[in-house]
């Protein structure tokens, strides 16, 4: 029978092979800590690094100025962004 994903199953499978699994293993023993606990301490700070360097824009002191006066001083609205305005239409 098909097991279902709950909100009380948190488990997440992890396939190695079995001279992997013993490095893992060994190296989480070393640290004092279960296999798990080892796993997560070494991934969520990377996982964490992935989002933080894909949700976040980081601008020169230059461009931040840029993106600064264009906030205080927007430029008029062209012609092809009043047609999408007036049609509903976003801009590709």
């Known amino acids: 029978m ?17 001279d992997e699994k013993a490095i893992l293993a060994r190296a ?3 640290e004092h800590m279960d296999l798990t ?6 991934l969520l700070p990377e996982a ?3 989002i933080e360097r894909a949700e976040r ?4 002191g230059r461009d931040s100025l840029k993106v600064l006066d264009l ?4 430029p ?10 007036k049609a509903g239409h976003r801009l590709p």
């Open 2 to 18: 098909a097991r279902h994903a709950s909100e009380g199953n948190n488990r997440v499978e992890l396939r190695v092979k079995p």
């Open 28 to 30: 989480a023993a070393l």
């Open 37 to 42: 606990g080892f796993i997560l301490s070494k």
């Open 48 to 50: 964490r690094a992935v």
């Open 57 to 60: 824009v980081v601008l020169s």
């Open 71 to 74: 906030l205080e001083n927007p």
């Open 76 to 85: 008029k609205p062209n012609a092809r962004l009043k047609r999408a305005a």
